[in-house]
């Protein structure tokens, strides 16, 4: 497969596996949002970019988490003692993410589809040429 042909279902099979891989990475991304701790979100380029700097008590975060951005807002407080964390949170739906991740989805089905259709087919070949070799005539 170094020069982009396929030779063998089991060369077209990992190469599904490593399509099917990279989608299911990229669809999760929109699911399932990275867990940030307030301190990788204090020292991020996110926060470094804002002018003018936010006071040190107050921390943002923007993320997606399926067919929604959410903006969060971290305040740090002091009181008798006690240290706590308000958390604020914003969303807005954008539509076009729900059609994001369905187009993922189909993709992999699509795959799965037809990594079915290849292991069938190899497997038909396979008993092809078993039975070719089984009938032959002997001379």
């Not at 993410?97 to 290849?118: G, R, T, V, Y």
């Amino acid at each position: 497969m170094d020069d982009g042909t396929v030779k063998s279902a089991d060369e077209a099979l990992h190469a599904m596996n490593t399509v099917q891989s990279f989608l299911s990475k990229g669809r999760n991304a929109f699911i399932i949002p990275k867990k940030r701790t307030i301190d990788d979100l204090v020292s991020s380029r996110n926060m470094k970019s804002l002018i003018p700097n936010l006071p040190s008590d107050l921390t943002v975060s923007f993320y997606i988490q399926g067919h929604k951005l959410i903006f969060a807002v971290y305040l740090l407080s002091q009181s008798q003692g006690h240290v706590r964390f308000d958390t604020f949170q914003a969303e807005c739906s954008v539509p076009w993410l729900s059609e994001a991740i369905a187009l993922f989805s189909d993709a992999l089905q699509l795959c799965k589809e037809l990594k079915d259709k290849i292991t069938v087919f190899s497997q038909n070949k396979d008993a092809n040429l078993l039975g070719s070799r089984c009938i032959s005539p002997v001379s």
